[in-house]
Nanobody, 124 residues
Framework: QVQLVESGGGLVQAGGSPRLSCAAS????????MGWFRQAPGKEREFVAA???????FYADSMKGRFTISRDNARNTLYLQMNSLKAEDTAVYYC??????????????????WGQGTQVTVSS
């Protein structure tokens, strides 16, 4: 089992640049693909970004250029650097881990382990 705990959320002003962290325990993350998803009120969960076990990043088209995903296997931690936040980025952000096959990085069903989420609220 892998336990994931997100942190770094909160109230952020529009244009801000917070960094989310996801600390893992239970097993080393090095063998897993990792992803960030988010869910806004009244909307379905959507893919934000993913990173393969070898460190290759993948992004939702709408996130490219503003968000950066990274991982530190030595610290067993996943990060999401978010820049130029907008009100529509307000959501609960979840990290996830799994053995993603076939390049289906954006499929939530590919991920076996999930954190409890961290709220990011962007104020204008």
């Amino acid at each position: 089992q892998v336990q994931l705990v997100e942190s770094g959320g909160g109230l952020v002003q529009a244009g801000g640049s917070p960094r989310l962290s996801c600390a893992a325990s239970g097993r080393p993350l090095s063998g897993y693909a990792m992803g960030w998803f988010r869910q806004a009120p009244g909307k379905e969960r959507e893919f934000v970004a993913a990173i393969s076990s070898s460190g290759t990043p993948f992004y939702a088209d709408s996130m490219k250029g503003r968000f950066t995903i990274s991982r530190d296997n030595a610290r067993n931690t996943l990060y999401l650097q978010m820049n130029s936040l907008k009100a529509e980025d307000t959501a609960v952000y979840y990290c996830a881990a799994g053995r993603v096959y076939g390049g289906y990085w954006s499929r939530s069903s590919e991920y076996n382990f999930w954190g409890q989420g961290t709220q990011v609220t962007v104020s204008s």
